[in-house]
């Protein structure tokens, strides 16, 4: 059977990395309170010149180099991200141009945090429909430029950055037990519009004609994230026909090291099979995910054969998960 395989995995940051005691020296806040609330040490913030769209540009490249890809080789370039370069066009196709790919079908996913996870799902499926055979999936972010540098409840835990990952159409087996199964076996997505006021941007083209600044309610996106994400790991890994000793590797959303470690007790999966990058890279919304797999994947964590899930929550709220064996 056709599925799509993970073949390629890149990623990017701005070279400019940001310490907690640096943010105290602009808000009131430490680098103990904010290591103890949310495990977070370091972000990168984005320079001049540096965007979203540079960002992917340059996480793309490596997952190109890493799949053995020209860019020219790429159909369909599926890019999440909540602050793209301008409100129109949309940043994939800017990126679609920085890489010189002269066709392919490109535009942009909105759904903040979930982003690379619903990016995934819309490649996975247009992939398996026979649409494309080759397709860029990335998560690239800049929220430093929609952070509210005076509110110290939020502009300590978000960071820039992005990854990217290639996925293929190749013929795979049909039986997940088998190490011949490669590529995405299932994906589960969930949105709740009802909770659109515990994280959000209060500005927009539509409404204030401004850019906006994010407010959040951290509590409260707290207490929701732990149980969907566990509730949506559980779906994708019952829909792939997997049980949870089978994963090798969950591949979280890094947001706050406490959710990851209380998503992990509720499943009653191993710390040791988390990957965790928030201490580094703090909250990089929807390049989080591709971001830290691309990490285990160069380190050598993640081997080939393995069962790997993703999973992510962010304003909306939207939610989603996808097991893939890479
Ligand atoms: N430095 C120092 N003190 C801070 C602070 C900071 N950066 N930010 C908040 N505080 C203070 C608060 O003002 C509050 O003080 P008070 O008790 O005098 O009112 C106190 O710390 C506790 O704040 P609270 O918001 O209750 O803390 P918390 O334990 O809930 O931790 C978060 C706050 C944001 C770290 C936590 O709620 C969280 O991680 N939420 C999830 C956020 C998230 O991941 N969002 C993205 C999802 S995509």
Redesign the pocket.
């Known amino acids: 059977m056709i599925r799509a395989v993970l073949t390629g995995t890149g990623s990017a940051l701005p070279a400019r990395r940001v310490s907690n005691a640096e943010?105290a020296e602009r808000?009131?806040?430490?680098d103990e309170?904010?290591v103890e609330?949310?495990g977070i040490r370091f972000r990168h913030i984005a320079g001049e010149g540096e965007t979203t769209a540079t960002l992917a540009r340059d996480a793309a490249a490596a997952a190109l180099i890493s799949a053995g890809l020209a860019p020219g080789d790429i159909d369909l370039l599926v890019l999440a991200t909540a602050t793209p370069d301008n409100t129109f066009p949309a940043t994939a196709t800017k990126v679609q141009a920085m890489l010189a790919i002269d066709d392919c079908v490109a535009f942009d996913v909105a759904a903040?945090?979930?982003g690379f996870l619903y990016a995934v799902q819309v490649a996975d499926s247009m992939i398996r429909a026979g649409a494309h055979r080759r397709a860029l999936v990335i998560g690239a972010e800049t929220f430093s430029r929609i952070l509210d540098w005076e509110d110290?409840?939020?502009?300590?835990?978000f960071g820039d950055g992005a990854g990217a990952i290639v996925l293929e159409a190749r013929d795979s087996v049909a039986d997940v037990n088998d190490p011949g199964a490669r590529g995405v076996l299932a994906t589960r997505l969930h949105a709740d519009g009802r909770h659109n006021g515990l994280?959000f941007v209060d500005g927009g083209p539509s409404t204030t004609g401004t850019v906006g600044k994010l407010r959040?309610k951290?509590?409260e996106?707290?207490r929701h994230?732990v149980v969907n994400l566990a509730a949506v790991m559980e779906e994708a890994l019952h829909a792939a026909g997997l049980p949870t000793d089978a994963v090798d590797w969950v591949v979280p959303?890094q947001?706050?090291a406490?959710?990851l470690d209380a998503t992990a007790r509720k499943l009653s999966l191993p710390s040791e099979k988390v990957v965790v990058t928030v201490d580094q890279h703090a909250?990089t919304?929807a390049a989080s995910v591709p971001l830290a797999l691309d990490q285990a994947m160069r380190d050598g964590r993640i081997q080939p054969g393995h069962i790997v899930v993703l999973e992510?929550?962010?304003?909306g709220f939207t939610w989603g998960a996808a097991v893939i064996r890479v």
Do not use: P, Q
Not at 312 to 315: D, E, N, Q, S
């Open positions: 943010l808000v009131d806040t430490s309170w904010i609330r949310t903040v945090c979930s110290r409840t939020t502009c300590v835990l994280l959040m951290g509590r996106v707290f994230a959303h947001a706050n406490r959710i909250n919304s992510a929550m962010g304003g």
